[in-house]
């Protein structure tokens, strides 16, 4: 079993910055991708970031390129992901997630552990 805890969520103005962190505790997750994802009111949960098992590799959403980065550290069986330039169309619950394999993915179904989500509320 693997357990995700996110933290690092709150309120924060348009054009601020937050860092989201997501502790994993049961097993170590140097071997496996991990995930960022969100979820708004009313709307299907979205695919936000992810990580190779080794951090060598990246992948972002279209709406959070540029502003959004995902890091990694093995050591600690820490992921986070650090927001710059909010808006308020990034207010969601925000996701860690982590993949069965170690390659990247972008599709909500190639993750099977998730944490239990943390608010972020961007206003305007």
């Known amino acids: 079993q693997v357990q995700l805890v996110e933290s690092g969520g709150g309120l924060v103005q348009a054009g601020g910055s937050l860092r989201l962190s997501c502790a994993a505790s049961?097993?170590?997750?140097?071997?496996?991708?991990l995930g960022w994802f969100r979820q708004a009111p009313g709307k299907e949960r979205e695919f936000v970031a992810a990580?190779?098992?080794?951090?060598?590799?990246?992948y972002y959403g279209d709406s959070v390129k540029g502003r959004f980065t995902i890091s990694r550290d093995n050591a600690k069986n820490m992921v986070y992901l650090q927001m710059n330039s909010l808006k308020p169309e990034d207010t969601a619950v925000y996701y860690c997630?982590?993949?069965?394999?170690?390659?990247?993915?972008?599709?909500?179904?190639?993750?099977?552990?998730w944490g239990q989500g943390t608010q972020v509320t961007v206003s305007s």
């Open positions: 049961g097993r170590t997750l140097s071997s496996y991708a």
């Open positions: 990580i190779s098992w080794s951090g060598g590799r990246t």
């Open positions: 997630a982590k993949a069965p394999r170690g390659s990247i993915s972008y599709t909500i179904h190639s993750y099977d552990y």
